[in-house]
């Protein structure tokens, strides 16, 4: 089936700097992928949607500047979460849209910002 | 955009009993996936059933897109079974933004 790779899958990073975190689809193309974000008992959220070879699209409320992504392949797309601060501590996970399994997903990264 | 309605949101079980999960949204979808995230926050694909009734195992899903609920069943639930169950479901096209419901906790015991 369809497979998502995602690293890392945990990070901790201190106040201020910046983490690039990486998606990729291994046996498929993906020209689009999402990026979703889950704070602690609640459900994911989309972020952004990743578009290869073109600007990403971000949802409302979503700062671009801070969550900056690239996806330069059919098969890779990165988030960089720039200037951290403890209120970005989350976890984060990226899907891909597969034609014959739906949408695919990584199996996330949990951002801890101290 | 659109509303998806998970329930019940919480829910205790006993080793071996049946239940059922339902969603509920609130315009016409093209794509229903059912997802259980274990502890450690993966996302498990359980069902991709925009329409119909699927079964996989202990697990089964059915869709009635035109009356837009989904139901998801687990039986003879297993505590490895516990977890959170979301269903998620995206308007036309595998490009279009795939929004999640707001989940069931499922807890099995002993």
């Known amino acids: 089936g369809a497979v998502v790779s995602q690293h890392p899958s945990r990070v901790i990073c201190k106040s201020g700097t910046s983490v690039k975190i990486e998606c990729r689809s291994l046996?498929?193309?993906?020209?689009?992928m999402f990026w979703y974000r889950q704070f602690p008992k609640q459900s994911l959220m989309l972020m952004a949607t990743?578009?290869?070879?073109?600007?990403?699209?971000?949802e409302q409320g979503v700062e671009k500047d801070k969550f900056l992504i690239n996806h330069a392949s059919l098969t890779l797309s990165t988030l960089t979460v720039t200037s951290a601060h403890p209120e970005d501590s989350s976890f984060y996970i990226c899907?891909?849209?597969?034609?014959?399994?739906?949408?695919?997903f990584g199996s996330g990264t949990r951002l801890t910002v101290v | 955009g659109i509303q998806v309605e998970q329930s019940p949101p919480d829910l205790i079980l006993q080793e071996g009993a049946n239940s059922t999960l339902r969603c509920n949204f609130s315009?016409?979808?093209?794509?229903l996936q059912w997802f259980h995230q274990n502890p450690w926050g993966q996302l498990i694909n359980l069902f991709y059933?925009?329409?119909g009734t699927k079964q996989n195992g202990r697990l089964s899903a059915t869709t009635v897109a035109t009356e837009r609920y989904s139901l998801l069943y687990i039986s003879s639930s297993q505590t490895t079974d516990s977890g959170v169950y979301f269903c998620?479901?995206?308007?036309?096209?595998?490009?279009?933004?795939?929004?999640f419901g707001t989940g069931t906790r499922l807890q099995v015991t002993l």
């Open positions: 899907s891909a849209p597969d034609r014959d399994y739906g949408y695919t």
């Open positions: 046996d498929f193309q993906a020209t689009t």
């Open positions: 990743s578009n290869e070879g073109s600007k990403a699209t971000y």
């Open positions: 315009d016409s979808v093209n794509n």
């Open positions: 059933i925009p329409s």
């Open positions: 998620a479901v995206a308007r036309a096209g595998t490009a279009s933004k795939l929004t």
